[in-house]
Nanobody, 121 residues
Framework: QVQLVESGGGYVQAGGSLSLSCSAS????????AGWFRQAPGKRREFVAV?????VYTDTGDVRFIISRDLDKNTIYLQGHGLRPEDSAVYYC?????????????????WGQGTQVTVAS
């Protein structure tokens, strides 16, 4: 049984920062690419960031976001800086069954429940 639980969402001011966490059970992040997506009302789910299975390579859809992980805690993190109202969305943690990075939702096999991030305008 694989479970991913996000935390850290909330209300932030424009220009501020966010720090999200995703803790996993039933699946180690070691060897599996894992990342973050977001979805706003009326829009499709879009890629935010991913970290490779060995933790060395990262890819982001926007330079303002940084992804990291802590294997001892079986947790991945997302930091965002200089937030804008367009960043408001439900942010989802997800993990693949592959080593290399992907920007496609089709490659992610487990998903968290999501956490709401709202950026004030």
């Amino acid at each position: 049984q694989v479970q991913l639980v996000e935390s850290g969402g909330g209300y932030v001011q424009a220009g501020g920062s966010l720090s999200l966490s995703c803790s996993a059970s039933g699946r180690t992040f070691d060897g599996y690419a894992a990342g973050w997506f977001r979805q706003a009302p009326g829009k499709r789910r879009e890629f935010v960031a991913v970290i490779s299975g060995n933790g060395v390579y990262t890819d982001t859809g926007d330079v303002r976001f940084i992804i990291s992980r802590d294997l001892d805690k079986n947790t991945i993190y997302l930091q965002g800086h200089g937030l804008r109202p367009e960043d408001s969305a439900v942010y989802y943690c997800a993990v693949t069954n592959r080593r290399s990075n992907s920007r496609s939702t089709e490659d992610y096999v487990y998903w968290g429940q999501g956490t709401q991030v709202t950026v004030a305008s």
